[in-house]
């Protein structure tokens, strides 16, 4: 079983829509989790870390649910600005991060 | 705002030469990281560095992998013999002591010819 799993995508949406995003993780001990963004050839950048409690930031809310090893992204009234590979980040350990393949979204005008 | 800076940008080179990348990690940052993406694959994780020395590596990150931290400023990925499978992005990466988020830098996309 891989490591970090995701919604193979890619999810091609209308400005204004609400998109969801899943995310599914194998290791149990691990200790924190992420959400980045990631533009075409360029670096992963840091939407949101994710907390037990769930946390939201604007029109980005993330979930996370230790129990089923699984953590959500939702994204609502979508920007044609928010088109880009959406990556899962597990830490284990405070060491190294593991990747999830990423969620390419399109936001279409 | 601080940030993570790599060079080269871009580098080209035969098969079988050493490359050197380069990356100057946020000021206060004490972890550094280096990970490697290729082309439409995940990003993945090769080796951290802390305290001057190795904290963690993968696989990948084999004998013909090394990395230095020179001086205060600079934390660099050596590959020895390039082959051509060692195409790719290399990101470095930096955090603090106290968070775990990382910030990653630009990457150095390396071709392998």
């Known amino acids: 079983r891989k490591e970090v799993e995701q919604d193979p995508g890619p999810f091609n949406v209308p400005e204004g829509a609400t998109v969801a995003f899943n995310c599914t993780y194998s290791?149990?001990?691990?200790?924190?989790f992420f959400w980045y963004r990631q533009d075409c050839r360029k670096e992963p950048k840091l939407l949101m870390s994710?907390?037990?409690s769930g946390n939201e930031d604007g029109r980005f809310t993330a979930q996370l649910n230790r129990a089923s090893q699984y953590i959500s992204l939702l994204i609502r009234d979508s920007k044609l600005s928010d088109s880009a590979t959406y990556l899962c980040?597990?830490?284990?350990?405070?060491?190294?991060?593991?990747f999830g393949p990423g969620t390419r979204l399109s936001v279409l005008p | 705002e601080p940030e993570v800076t790599q060079t080269p940008s871009h580098q080209v080179t035969q098969m079988g030469q050493e490359v050197i990348l380069r990356c100057v990690p946020i000021?206060?940052?004490?972890?550094f990281y280096w990970y490697r993406q290729i082309l439409g694959q995940k990003v993945e994780f090769l080796v951290s560095?802390?305290?001057?020395?190795?904290?963690?590596k993968s696989e990948i990150f084999d004998d013909q992998f090394s990395v230095e931290r020179p001086d205060g400023s600079n934390f660099t990925l050596k590959i020895r013999s390039t082959k051509l499978e060692d195409s790719a992005m290399y990101f470095c990466?930096?955090?603090?002591?106290?968070?775990?988020?990382?910030?990653f830098g630009p990457g150095t996309r390396l071709l392998v010819l």
């Open positions: 560095f802390y305290n001057n020395e190795i904290s963690e």
């Open positions: 994710v907390y037990s």
């Open positions: 290791n149990s001990a691990s200790q924190s």
């Open positions: 000021s206060n940052h004490l972890y």
């Open positions: 980040v597990v830490n284990n350990y405070g060491q190294n991060f593991v």
């Open positions: 990466a930096s955090r603090d002591f106290y968070q775990e988020t990382q910030y």
